[in-house]
């Protein structure tokens, strides 16, 4: 299945409103509820990084029964050393960010460490995409 | 192990009620729907946080309770009285004489929940500050926050603190004291005065606790009355019996108002009282947008129980009238009052300590559509293709909440989309359903009486 958000850069105010739509989905498909955890928690983290450093995004969202793809592809000033973005405590937040309680620098590695895979690609100037990928109903977990 | 069936106090008097929509579109878990003209309540998606009983505007929705006079089955009749029935009365009614009426009233002895307070304070700062605990940590005193995070947020029952409530340990302590003086549990009843529904559904079927010591249950607002009544006829003679209770201290008579758990357990504790406001705020737990919090206090009830809905006194007034009897208190981390009597709590501090522990909070998600993942995407495919014949008017005329409720009953198979009026509609004018079919419908829902013509109706 798929589903498709639209989000704001700038806008706090809704941020984490794509998270919370798919993970009532998640709910209800009856997603094992620390699976739902991981995936939300790393989508949270990469929407408020659309509405932080980006202008403008999409959120599509793949289930089905074995993985969870969410791809968040944004329009924004892109990540010109992605390895060095991806450093815990690495930021660039304005201060005005911080201010609201983000740029702590944790967002990609907590987006790392929740998912199973995960792949960042980005053209300074033109944007980012984010790609996170999380097994669902595998036997060990 | 958690029961498969869930008890619930409350109880919809078909009798009474007129089946209208107000007890279904406030519930906070869509637990109602409407059926011949009634309200039904959905057994496992229902918290009994009593929001249905609030707002509907017969009284139709009752708390089933014990009947009084089952404390008479008992040699030893323990009134189990939480502090909030002080707060109930009038400035000028003092403590010992609504402790001295429920003597009068025929139990043998009144012990206050709140004593509980004192062994568990020092438990939950423990359990609040262990590393290994998942932050932060949910208050575990309000049954239906317990309830509705079971229900709707599976993930933050690992969150749940494990240890009793107050209550719990209040009612073994009493347990333990008549055992220890060679009273077994068949001559002892503890009949607990209960603020609300949710107190009930847990001691009838508790959550990661095997049983509960308490052998009944009654209603606040029923108890009083009695009270109030038995003070008047006696006048405010000072002859009045007056029962040896130990006090209790500030932190236990402030406990179940609003701050009373966030104030004494260390660290950055919040106190969220009011149904809606605790589903906000659990919301944005969940996905991890709040963080650095050691302790949450949750509350169903505006106002904490002061708000309960077996509360008589407006739950402004109660506030001040146990903040005032608080100021007056020791504080629980005060010294030992020198002359503790026989029947302290502390006295049996450590075999409280030792059973203080809860088991897992199980998860019992009601927000499937189905068990099976592959079923469950294709009837939510099935359910938003039906929400998009169907008006999105949310107007309750199906029986069901609003319209996606209404959509999901039908993938599930519990209701049918001629249900909706607007469906209907089209159906008759496309010559799918006749006038007989569709009044056939109605009546289905809301009973035959409402298409009955009154007979002073010209219209
Ligand atoms: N979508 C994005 N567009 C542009 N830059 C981004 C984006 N996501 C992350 N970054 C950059 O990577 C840095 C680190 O991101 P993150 O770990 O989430 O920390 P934070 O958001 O707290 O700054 C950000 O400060 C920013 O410079
Ligand atoms: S008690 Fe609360 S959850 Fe139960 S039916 Fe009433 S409003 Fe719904
Ligand atoms: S806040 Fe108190 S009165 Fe209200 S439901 Fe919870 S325990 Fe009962
Ligand atoms: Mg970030």
Redesign the interface.
Request: some cysteine; overall charge negative; hydrophobic content about 40%.
């Given at each position: 299945m798929v589903f498709e958000f639209e989000v704001q850069g700038g806008d706090f105010a809704t941020a984490g409103n794509a998270s919370s739509q798919i993970k009532k989905i998640l709910k209800q498909l009856n997603v094992d509820h620390r699976d739902i955890k991981r995936i939300v928690v790393a989508l949270y983290e990469a929407e408020v990084n659309i509405v932080a450093h980006a202008f403008k995004g999409r959120i599509i969202a793949n289930i089905d029964t074995s993985e969870v793809r969410i791809r968040l592809v944004d329009e924004g000033p892109g990540i010109p050393d992605i390895e060095l973005a991806m450093q815990q405590g690495y930021s660039t937040a304005s201060s005005e960010v911080r201010e609201m309680g983000f740029g702590a620098g944790m967002g990609l590695p907590n987006m790392k460490k929740n998912t199973d895979e995960m792949h960042v690609t980005s053209v300074v100037d033109k944007g980012t995409t984010v790609e996170l990928i999380v097994f669902i109903n595998q036997p060990t977990t | 192990m958690e029961a498969k069936s869930f008890h619930h106090a409350l109880k919809v008097r078909d009798d009474i009620c007129i089946g209208c929509t107000h007890c279904m579109t406030v519930c906070p878990t869509e637990a109602i729907r409407v059926r011949n003209g009634k309200a039904v309540i959905i057994d496992d998606r229902c918290v009994d946080c009593g929001m249905c009983l609030r707002n509907c505007p017969v009284k139709a929705i009752h708390i089933e309770h014990d009947d009084f006079k089952k404390i008479f089955d008992f040699e030893h009749r323990v009134a189990l009285v939480p502090a909030v029935l002080s707060g109930q009365f009038p400035e000028d009614i003092t403590v010992a004489q609504i402790y001295s009426a429920l003597m009068e009233l025929g139990f043998t002895a009144v012990y206050e929940v709140e004593h509980g307070v004192e062994i568990l304070l020092e438990a939950a700062k423990r359990f609040v500050k262990n590393p290994a605990a998942n932050q932060p940590v949910i208050s575990s005193f309000c049954p239906a926050i317990v309830r509705l995070i079971q229900v709707r947020f599976?993930?933050l029952?690992e969150n749940v603190m494990l240890l009793k409530p107050p209550l719990d340990i209040a009612a073994l302590h009493i347990k333990k004291l008549y055992t220890d003086k060679g009273i077994n549990s068949d001559r002892l009843g503890i009949f607990y005065i209960t603020p609300c529904a949710a107190k009930i559904a847990a001691i009838k079927s508790p959550v990661g606790e095997e049983w509960s010591p308490i052998s009944g249950v009654i209603n606040m607002d029923f108890i009083f009355n009695k009270i109030y009544k038995s003070i008047k006829q006696n006048g405010k003679s000072e002859s009045c019996y007056l029962p040896k209770i130990d006090p209790l201290t500030s932190e236990g008579v402030m406990w179940s108002l609003t701050h009373g758990e966030a104030t004494p357990i260390q660290g950055r504790c919040l106190a969220i009282d009011e149904i809606h406001n605790v589903i906000d705020f659990l919301?944005?737990l969940?996905?991890?947008?709040i963080d650095d919090i050691d302790f949450v206090e949750l509350r169903a009830c505006d106002e904490s129980c002061a708000g309960g809905v077996l509360a008589v006194a407006n739950r402004f007034l109660a506030v001040e009238r146990l903040k005032n009897r608080a100021a007056n208190l020791p504080s629980v981390s005060g010294p030992i009052p020198s002359e503790m009597s026989e029947e302290s709590i502390v006295r049996s501090k450590e075999y409280l300590i030792n059973h203080i522990a809860i088991d897992d909070v199980n998860?019992r998600?009601m927000?499937?559509?189905?068990?099976?993942?592959?079923e469950?995407?294709k009837k939510?495919?099935q359910r938003n293709r039906l929400l998009k014949s169907l008006p999105q008017v949310d107007c309750g005329a199906c029986g069901a909440p609003n319209c996606q409720a209404l959509a999901e009953d039908i993938v599930q198979g519990k209701a049918g989309i001629e249900q909706c009026f607007f469906i209907r509609n089209r159906q008759i004018s496309s010559g799918k359903l006749n006038m007989a079919g569709s009044t056939a419908i109605i009546e289905s829902i809301w009973g035959k009486k409402k298409l009955k013509k009154p007979e002073s109706e010209n219209i």
């Amino acid at each position: 299945m798929v589903f498709e958000f639209e989000v704001q850069g700038g806008d706090f105010a809704t941020a984490g409103n794509a998270s919370s739509q798919i993970k009532k989905i998640l709910k209800q498909l009856n997603v094992d509820h620390r699976d739902i955890k991981r995936i939300v928690v790393a989508l949270y983290e990469a929407e408020v990084n659309i509405v932080a450093h980006a202008f403008k995004g999409r959120i599509i969202a793949n289930i089905d029964t074995s993985e969870v793809r969410i791809r968040l592809v944004d329009e924004g000033p892109g990540i010109p050393d992605i390895e060095l973005a991806m450093q815990q405590g690495y930021s660039t937040a304005s201060s005005e960010v911080r201010e609201m309680g983000f740029g702590a620098g944790m967002g990609l590695p907590n987006m790392k460490k929740n998912t199973d895979e995960m792949h960042v690609t980005s053209v300074v100037d033109k944007g980012t995409t984010v790609e996170l990928i999380v097994f669902i109903n595998q036997p060990t977990t | 192990m958690e029961a498969k069936s869930f008890h619930h106090a409350l109880k919809v008097r078909d009798d009474i009620c007129i089946g209208c929509t107000h007890c279904m579109t406030v519930c906070p878990t869509e637990a109602i729907r409407v059926r011949n003209g009634k309200a039904v309540i959905i057994d496992d998606r229902c918290v009994d946080c009593g929001m249905c009983l609030r707002n509907c505007p017969v009284k139709a929705i009752h708390i089933e309770h014990d009947d009084f006079k089952k404390i008479f089955d008992f040699e030893h009749r323990v009134a189990l009285v939480p502090a909030v029935l002080s707060g109930q009365f009038p400035e000028d009614i003092t403590v010992a004489q609504i402790y001295s009426a429920l003597m009068e009233l025929g139990f043998t002895a009144v012990y206050e929940v709140e004593h509980g307070v004192e062994i568990l304070l020092e438990a939950a700062k423990r359990f609040v500050k262990n590393p290994a605990a998942n932050q932060p940590v949910i208050s575990s005193f309000c049954p239906a926050i317990v309830r509705l995070i079971q229900v709707r947020f599976p993930a933050l029952t690992e969150n749940v603190m494990l240890l009793k409530p107050p209550l719990d340990i209040a009612a073994l302590h009493i347990k333990k004291l008549y055992t220890d003086k060679g009273i077994n549990s068949d001559r002892l009843g503890i009949f607990y005065i209960t603020p609300c529904a949710a107190k009930i559904a847990a001691i009838k079927s508790p959550v990661g606790e095997e049983w509960s010591p308490i052998s009944g249950v009654i209603n606040m607002d029923f108890i009083f009355n009695k009270i109030y009544k038995s003070i008047k006829q006696n006048g405010k003679s000072e002859s009045c019996y007056l029962p040896k209770i130990d006090p209790l201290t500030s932190e236990g008579v402030m406990w179940s108002l609003t701050h009373g758990e966030a104030t004494p357990i260390q660290g950055r504790c919040l106190a969220i009282d009011e149904i809606h406001n605790v589903i906000d705020f659990l919301e944005k737990l969940e996905n991890e947008e709040i963080d650095d919090i050691d302790f949450v206090e949750l509350r169903a009830c505006d106002e904490s129980c002061a708000g309960g809905v077996l509360a008589v006194a407006n739950r402004f007034l109660a506030v001040e009238r146990l903040k005032n009897r608080a100021a007056n208190l020791p504080s629980v981390s005060g010294p030992i009052p020198s002359e503790m009597s026989e029947e302290s709590i502390v006295r049996s501090k450590e075999y409280l300590i030792n059973h203080i522990a809860i088991d897992d909070v199980n998860p019992r998600s009601m927000l499937m559509l189905d068990e099976n993942m592959a079923e469950a995407m294709k009837k939510m495919n099935q359910r938003n293709r039906l929400l998009k014949s169907l008006p999105q008017v949310d107007c309750g005329a199906c029986g069901a909440p609003n319209c996606q409720a209404l959509a999901e009953d039908i993938v599930q198979g519990k209701a049918g989309i001629e249900q909706c009026f607007f469906i209907r509609n089209r159906q008759i004018s496309s010559g799918k359903l006749n006038m007989a079919g569709s009044t056939a419908i109605i009546e289905s829902i809301w009973g035959k009486k409402k298409l009955k013509k009154p007979e002073s109706e010209n219209i």
